[in-house]
C-alpha cells in the first residue's frame, strides 16, 4: 500500500480508475468494514485503485477544540487499512482551510482536479465539507460523472457501531462489548523499546511498548495475542499498568510475556490483542511472590487463549 502525505505533488494521471473514500475510520469498527470492502470491490470492478483519504488528526481537534481519545493511532490505522487491500492512503492535515472548504470546492478541488476520482463510496452517515453538506446525494446530483456508491448501514444486536460508542466500553473494560462492535478484539500499537530487564531477571522476558492509542482498558494483567509486522501470531500474557510492585514512577506501559518466543524485537512496531482480564495490577511484598503469581496468570491465560 502506498502512503501519500499531502495532496501537493498529485494529479489525476498519479492514479488509475481511483474509487475513493474519506474519513478517520478511528476503530476500524464493523461498519468501516463494510465502507472498505465495498472500496476494495469498487475498485475492482472498475479495475483500478482503491484509495482512502485520511487525516493525521481528528477533525473534531480543530471543529470542536478537543479530539476524543483515538482508539487507533494513524500508524495502527494504516495497518488495517493495508491489511484490507487497500491500494493508497492519502494522509492529509485537517486545519482550518479544510474546515471552512465547501463541499463543492473539496469535490473538485481535492477528489476531482488532484485524485481524478472515478467513484466514491461513502458510509451511510457519511458527509464531509463545510457544515457536512457533501453527502452521498449532493455528490449523484452535482457530479454526475462520479460514480457514488452508499454503504448500508450495519447493526449489531440493534445497535449501530460507532466509534465514540466503542470508547465508553475499552475505557471501562468491557472488551467482549467492545469487541461485537469493533468485529475485532480490542488491540493496543506500539515500538517495542527497551526497559529494566526487571521481566528477565525474574524469568519471564517482556516486551514492553508505550501504546500509540489513547483509549486504553483498565490497568491489569490479560490473556492477549502479539501480532508481528511479518504476520506471525503468538500466545501471550500482557501487563497494563505502572508496574507497582517496583515502585516506577513511570507512565503506563504494556509489558508482554509472549509465549515459546526469544526472539529480539526492540525497535518493532506490534500488535498487542487485549483477549480477557485475568485479574488487577496490584503490589508484591517480594520478588518470590510475583514470580509465583505470573505462573498463575500464565495458566490462566493458555487456558484462555485456547478457547480464543
Known sequence: MRIIEGLQALSPSYFKNPSVTIGVFDGFHLGHRRVIESLVEEARLLRG???????KSHPKSVLRGS???????????????????????????????????SAQ???????IKRIGVKSLVLGFDSSF???GEGTADFVARVYPQVAVVRCAKVEVDGVVPS???????????????????LGHSVSLYGEVVKGRGRGRALGFP???????????PPSGV????????????FGSIANVGVRPTFSENTPLVVEVHIFDFSRCIY???????????????????????????IHSDIRAAKRILVKE
Open 163 to 181: 466509534s465514540s460508542l466503542i470508547r465508553r466500553p475499552i475505557i471501562g473494560g468491557r472488551l467482549d462489548e467492545a469487541k461485537r462492535l
Open 129 to 131: 465539507g463545510r457544515n
Open 267 to 293: 525497535g518493532e512496531k506490534i500488535e498487542v490483542e487485549i483477549l480477557k482480564f485475568i485479574r488487577e495490577e496490584c503490589r508484591f511484598k517480594s520478588s518470590e511472590e510475583l514470580i509465583s503469581q
Open 105 to 111: 470546492e473539496f469535490v473538485e478541488d481535492v477528489l
Open 206 to 216: 517482556t516486551a514492553n511498548i508505550i501504546p500509540d492509542n489513547e483509549a486504553l
Open 222 to 233: 490479560y490473556a492477549s495475542r502479539v501480532l508481528l509486522g511479518s504476520g506471525e501470531s
Open 67 to 101: 479530539p476524543p481519545a483515538q482508539i487507533m493511532s494513524l500508524p495502527h490505522r494504516l495497518l488495517y487499512f493495508e491489511r484490507a487491500g487497500i491500494s493508497s492512503c492519502i494522509v492529509m492535515e485537517f486545519d482550518r482551510t479544510l474546515a471552512v472548504m
Open 49 to 55: 485503485e482503491s484509495i482512502v483519504l485520511t487525516f
